[in-house]
């Protein structure tokens, strides 16, 4: 099999005035800058790299061109560009041989001869004189773009939405550049299916081309086959003017459901092709049936039958500056997102379709994914060019994604329902048939099964309302509405919700903004934070609104008087909103189905809305929502005069024979009260329970009667496999097994004053894995304990550690920033562990080496 020559080295690249050279001919002694330049990447990442900064609006100002100087192979070869940010032409040698108008689809040329000295060149035409250029009127105008006519470019939002984290747009070779030898020695064009059935059975169909293959007279008839798992099955063929052309399908007679992380496993079975003796890897599939269910207004997604509570956040590219697909940091951040709980991840209609490695490692990890096509806010053209440039997009996008069980939902765009209602357009006069037709039929036919919705949000009229269909939430948040409005909404799905700027951990505040001195106030930290267009106000005011209500804590004083505490402050208070809103939405008896967060990774350094940060480090509400969105979780709701709720839910395959104990804790130095009950949960299934009834009596534990002063200050609830020895700080030997979970519930509030001592201590040791572990305890009730530790993440954090409380935490080597430099493996960690409620961080303790 022919390997592809990947073209990733020797690229620069120049930026001259738009128009000023037609050709490559114009380069040869131009007085122009070239720099190196990474590809895949982008301008912006070329200058990066270069320890240069570029102002934003040259990057559409310009004409940007690249090339490359190479020795050919040799012979005939398939151009593959396989992603350029976005008017483009391509000379090889010399000789123009393409034009793209999309930075989302592929360019590909046959060439001829591919030998000796070679020369690539490629233009980014500049877009400000395309956006300059008289055109129709859309129906209806937005201030969520910076310019109107930005509808008519197949480009990126990304970098050009006013008041989003100031992130440049992209312009350049984004995607690899690859030369694929004509030999017949290479599949192309490789189109998959999994569906299940007939009976516990699967069958896959595929489709692929190899180029410059010729097919030999007088074969043996089983010359070509397809080979999955221990099942053959022949292919037919058809001679091409390039080559061969092989499609066909393969029954298993049995097969394991893929399911989503939460709930099961993730199967996956490789695909051959046999042609002419040689193998061919296709590709993998996995087998799952995936439906939606809208009966009274709601969006249910139903994997293998089975109801999925879809949690997860949106996704945006893990490095929004060059772009790059695959990679370390990809694969980082999307174990991030399996480690916190989350099995859905959406890719919003800014950003910019992933590659090939973001969803085969969703299909992995056990991610579902929400795909929206490259469409947000603005009025498609009603021209026949664009729609159908926009539906061959769209078509080749989506016929290659159809192997993956990842793919649950495609959506034809972002927010142009919503835009367009807002506007004041009647359902009639929106109507958009790209979305609501062609696209719906592309989707029909490349990925059967998969649920199609034109637009998000959708599904109610007008489509933005919050108890019906797909919604964006943004009532606890940016429309400043109290915690409760969570289910006074009757969210169904959120597509979006929250957004909330929260600070990053203080090594990425040092590493980044300067320190925690210039946070809140300096111009490059408020580039990060997030600002609807047309605001005053920013999202960083949105969570001192929450300080100041919820906390009774003047948000300006807390920075004046101590701004890393300020900091600290604005992580805890997104830190319980994020808690108390999921906690409602996945209670049992709730309306809604499913919420992402907006969004999973900060797009620059600062207080942006991701749950990581820029640095690639978990925040606070990161391990808030960990727990509340674990397979088997804890959840407490207080009810009001109804008690406090307790929620077992376990979306496990497995039934759960558990122990819950309740302690009632007074004054924060102790339980006063303890008792504990049997419960069993079943498989994807859920028990729920009242405090009061554990406790076998009434008691005013949610201090809702105030019949007297309260009399207990949290309610520490512990689920434990049945028969499973409580958690201690060990003395040596193997440690008892950690809960299963823990909620602690705090009935006056999360503003309680600060302790002067309250035996919070952290010690380090080499457990039996050879690996670091913390064991972290109080004696009195420490309210969310942070554990910072150079060069290491903490398994947990931000959490409350009721009086007497044990926790031990695993220790892993942290795999970005300065703290990846400082992590050695033998000393101990140094750190310290710190509650909101404490006057300052205590230092961890530690002896002894770890190898």
Sequence with gaps: ????????????????????????????????????????????????????????????????????????????????????????????????????????????????????????????????????????????????????????????????????????????????????????????????????????????????????????????????????????????????????????????????????????????????GQVGGRSLPLGRVGFRDVRVEQDGGAFRIVVNDRPVFCRGAVWFPADPVSLA??????????????????????????????????????????????????????????????????????????ASLGSHPSLAVVCGNQEVEEVAAMAGLDRERRATPLFDKLLAGVAAEEVPGVHYVPSNPWGSDPPFRMDAGVCQYFGVGGYLRHPEDARRAGVRFASECLAMSTPPEPATIEEHCGGAQRAGHDPEWKRGVHRDAGRSWDMEDVRAHYLRTLFGIDPVQARYEDAERALELGRAVNAWLAESVFTEWRRPGSTCDGALVLALSDLRPGAGWGLVDAAGRPKAPWYALRRVLAPVALLAVDEGLNGVALHVLNDRPEPLAAELEVALVARGSGAVERADVLLDVPAAGSRSIGVEEVLDGWRDVSYAFRFAPPAYDAVVATLRRRGAVPSAVPTGGAAAAEPLAEVVHLPLGQARPVEADLGLEATARCGPDGRWHLDVQTRRLAQWVTVRVDGHQASDSWFHLPPGGRRTLELCPERTGAGARASTAGAPPRGTVQALNAPAPVPIKGTGTCR
């Excluded at 590809?39 to 912006?44: E, F, I, L, N, S």
């Excluded at 298993?252 to 992380?261: A, E, G, T």
């Excluded at 694969?331 to 099995?343: C, E, K, T, V, Y």
């Design 1 to 272: 099999m022919s390997a592809a020559v990947k073209l990733d080295q020797g690229w620069e690249c120049a930026g001259v005035p738009a128009g000023s050279w037609s050709a490559p001919e114009d380069l040869v002694d131009a007085a122009a800058e070239w720099i190196p330049a990474p590809v895949p990447g982008t301008v912006a990442s070329a200058w990066r790299a270069a320890g240069r900064s570029l102002p934003r609006h040259e990057l559409d100002a310009k004409d940007w061109w690249y090339r490359c100087r190479f020795t050919g192979p040799g012979g005939p070869h398939r151009l593959v560009l396989a992603g350029i940010a976005t008017i483009a032409d391509v000379w090889f040698n010399g000789a123009h041989v393409a034009r793209s108008s999309t930075m989302h689809r592929p360019v590909t040329v046959t060439l001829d001869d591919v030998s000796g000295p070679c020369e690539l060149v490629v233009r980014c035409a500049a877009l400000a004189p395309l956006l300059a250029a008289r055109r129709p009127r859309p129906r209806w105008k937005t201030n969520l773009v910076e310019h109107q006519q930005m509808r008519w470019l197949r480009t990126s939002m990304l970098g050009r939405i006013p008041g989003w984290a100031d992130v440049p747009p992209p312009v350049g070779l984004w995607r690899p550049v690859e030369m694929c030898a004509i030999d017949g020695g290479t599949a192309a064009d490789i189109r998959l299916r999994a569906r299940c059935g007939p009976g516990a059975g699967g069958t896959i169909e595929v489709r692929f081309t190899l180029p410059g293959a010729v097919h030999v007279p007088g074969s043996a008839e089983g010359w070509a086959n397809l080979v999955a798992g221990e099942v053959t099955a022949p292919l037919q063929w058809s001679e091409t003017s390039g080559g061969l052309s092989f499609r066909g399908a393969v029954t298993l007679p049995q097969v394991d459901r893929w399911w989503p992380h939460t709930h099961g496993d993730q199967p996956c079975y490789e695909v051959v």
């Design 325 to 398: 697909a695959g990679g370390e940091d990809e694969s980082r951040l999307l174990d991030l997102a399996r480690r916190g709980g989350m099995n859905m991840l959406r890719v919003p209609g800014t950003s910019v379709y992933p590659g090939d490695a973001f969803y085969d490692r969703c299909d992995e990890l056990g991610v579902l994914v929400w795909q929206d096509c490259m469409f947000a806010f603005t009025d498609p053209p009603d021209d026949e060019a664009f729609q159908a440039e926009a539906v061959a997009e769209c078509r080749q996008i989506l």
